[in-house]
């Protein structure tokens, strides 16, 4: 591969300098003539049909000009891959805060006061609450047509007369047998909370419908496509319709994928004939926006005598709330993690979403694989200490290596696990003496791509030479403008200066899944890429027209056309631009698509594939922790996070992303925790639901270990999610190393250290947990 | 009732009750988008400004407490292409991913360097605790105020 030039170097971000100088404009600081502010009346019920609802009184108050309920939508429902959730709640409320009516008022004031006048009555229905509940056998039902949702049965398999939306299973070889086999079996049971994302931009919106029926959203989103198909079924219109525009973004973290307000927002602006802006409350943000899945995980594994992972069970239940938003997403794609990143023997592994009636659940930096992991790596550091192996080599010895097969049996290569265990167990100190109440851990980290995901670009050189890139990628934060722009550069042969990536408009970007799953610098980075290698292209032939020369006997580097070996005979990349114009009647325009034509859906019934997601990601991560065994408090000491990232874009932009990850998983691992009573969120502030400050987080070392994709663009990964998922295991297995308690619920607070000292000294240290209910392998 | 604030050096007349939050008067009534709105509940840090030089979160300060005192917003310590040390400091640092925190923190950064032109690690983390940021994990935050805490130190600013 020729040196690389552009990518690779840490260069600045170009939004940078409005966002330090307050400028930057994000869909909250928008304004429009006659603008009119929208509010949202929720439901007080957990599970109840709406009997009556009367819209009169608030109708009477000055300053009100438009009042919608459910009815007044189409039949229309939307979700990722099952399409079960309308815009506003329409005959049932399935959650406590699920929109029932909003107003358009004047102000924000009015419009609250407007929606309290409104008069509703419910009939309160038998409601589920956890997996449990949700899953026992006489459970009321949150949706009985279910399986007249429109789905993808590739992604999602509900179970009939179930709270079941999605079902996903794995299986090799004859696990029961394996583990009879195995000379030790360990049998663990885990649990994990709600995390909110809290985005410090709140969802917001701006909607505007036109007389003549197209619409204009404004959207703090991650996807402005989804949002677009969102809002059109929401809204019965057609696509070209709805226009998504998306303003600067504060913070996503997989809470801003599908819409909240933006079709409630468009319709009462229809009502009304102004624009209306919506935004939620920081409360409403807890109450009424998804939260990452809390789980419910069993795991059984067996070690041979030479302890390798012989036989490895798992049955992982996520509660996903009223809708799915992406539970079945994040439910298949922790199928394919149920084991880690380990070669297991024979295996099976079901996940299942399950509907409960509290506020949905949906994507969330790492898309289940936190949840999966907190329980894969905690389980891994019990099997190691029943077997007397040292943990380090027990994942050593069972590490995914290239030529591996994973648990859908897809054949792997670019693996770096191994190199990122080392890496971190050399950095943290493994194996070198700890003071006391001190304790170190070691764990792995696995996260796969989403599937199917389809990218699409365009590179267009202006008239002066200029290059912009056109795509529906939003700038959440993570610098995937900027990553797309070196990309575009390095692969046309300009300076990194001369490439200016659009922000989103549905208008004119071509299709794009969206800023989800890692997927902005991986999919859409090979869509820009093959964009700039067509535009290249177009420009070599311009050229070659003017200089008289082959196409092929000619060069463009550092924005030079010339013919090789003839350097006099040459053409500014400017010239070449403008002669496009001149001589050819239009601009150099280059397209370039993401397809995953090898991705084959997994098996139904033992979920194998020879390619069942584009790409996997691997790392490692290493903690330091003193644990202060009178109060229960954890002091993280030192962090390292040792990702593969292929080949970095931008390292500086990469390091941030781990810092930023690891940052929330220290959260998720050791504060951060939605608490429900009946359905109800108890805390849904920030000063009940803390998120770490900046005191509560340690220096973070990050390494990028750089094992390039064979498959991409200069070999680049994306790493914005992987450092959130090691966190909590490492911690927990941190805490037993230090005091010897085993954890198994998160997060990982003062009360739970107390109690599990407590219990360690009525029953002393190794306790196994023990399982209650039955195991039922089939 | 209008209120005279003196924002960014220059006095303002706005026609605004009083009782209104500090943070409302300055967007919606001077159009001065930089201080965010992120909780309004004195717990993010977003709306950050400084009050006589002190930090103050601006969705908890009543307008009328500022009248007749100097307000700086992030719009306010830096015109056209110069920006203040700490300002670059955050963009060559990378301390910047969505940047919904910056001005807040930006502005905490400028009142604890005025306080302490040396701040150690500690300092900055804990001067900073009530600046939210979900993006960064703080680290290149805290890296970037030690950096614009050394160049002003070598005379790199004149804002200081
Ligand atoms: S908006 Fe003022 S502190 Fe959050
Ligand atoms: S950069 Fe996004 S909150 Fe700080």
Redesign the interface.
Known sequence: MPELTVVGR?V??K????????????T??LELPRQLHGKVLRSPFAHARILHLDPGPALKLPGVLAVVTGIDFPVGYWGSHIKDQPPMARGVARYIGEPVAAVAAVDEEVAEEACQRIQVEYEPLPAVYTIEEALAAEAPLLHPDLLRYERNPQVCRPQANSNVLNHTRIRRGEVEAALRRAVLVEEGEYRTQAQE??????SACLARWERDGHLTVWSSTQCPFIVREDVARSLGVLTHRVRVIVP??????GGKVHVRLEPIAALLSQRAGRPVKMVH??YEEFIASTVRHPSWIRLRAGLDAEGRLSGWQAEIYFDTGAYSDSGEMVSWQTALGGAGPYRVGDVAIDTYAVYTNKVPAGAFRGMGWPQVMWAVESHLDRLARRAGIDPVELRLKNALRDGDETVTGERLEGVGLVECLQTAAEAIGWGKPRPAGHGRAVVSVMKSSAPNSTASAVVKVNEDGAVQVVTGAAE????SHSALAQICAEALGVSYEAVEVTAPDTAYAPFDRGAVSDRTTFHLGDAVYQAALMARRQLLEVAAARLEAAVEDLELEDGILSVRGVPERRLSFREAARLSYVRHGGPILGQGRHLEEEIVPLHPETGQSPRACSHYKFGAQAVEVAVDPETGMVQVEQVVSGHDCGQAVNP??V??QI??????GLGYALMEEMRFEAGQVTNP???DYP?P???D?P??RAIAVEVPHPHSPFGVKGVGEPGIIGVAPAIGNAVHDALGICLSELPLTPERILRALEQAGDSRPGSRTEIPAPWDPE | MALNLKVNGRSEWVEMDPSRPLLEVLREGLGLLGARRGCETSYCGACSVLLDGQVVHACTVLAGMADGREVTTIEGISSGEALHPVQSAFIQAGAIQCGYCTPGMVLAAISLLQHEPNPTEEQIRQWIRGNLCRCTGYQKVVAAIAEAAAALGRGGGNHA
């Open positions: 840490p600045v971000r939004d940078l300098f409005r966002k330090a100088t307050g400028s930057g404009q994000y909250v600081d994302h809290v985005s410090l931009e709140p600067d973004v504060g913070g996503g973290f409350t920081r959440i934060g993570t610098g500086l932009q390091e941030g810092q930023g990850a690891v940052a929330q502030t920030l000063m998120v400050t900046a005191p987080v220096p973070i």
